[in-house]
């Protein structure tokens, strides 16, 4: 019997690691969309984007996007 075995895949910046979906949210951000932006193309709402950003900026402990693409573009 196989058994598959799936892997979340970690990205490190600034020796803080990202999840895949915390990866896709950071690239579009630094592409310069907008939350909604973002909702459509990952298709999630944009309350979720919006909670996952405010997320991504305790975790990289920046406040805002500028302060994220400047900090680990």
Do not use: H, W
Request: aromatic share 6%.
């Amino acid at each position: 019997m196989e058994m598959e075995i799936s892997y979340k895949r970690i990205n490190v910046i600034g020796g803080v690691s990202a999840t895949e979906n915390e990866m896709d949210i950071i690239r579009l951000v630094f592409a310069n969309r907008s939350n909604a932006e973002i909702a459509v193309i990952l298709s999630k709402s944009p309350e979720t984007v919006k909670s996952e950003m405010k997320r991504i900026f305790r975790k990289f402990r920046c406040k805002s996007r500028l302060q994220l693409a400047l900090k680990y573009a």
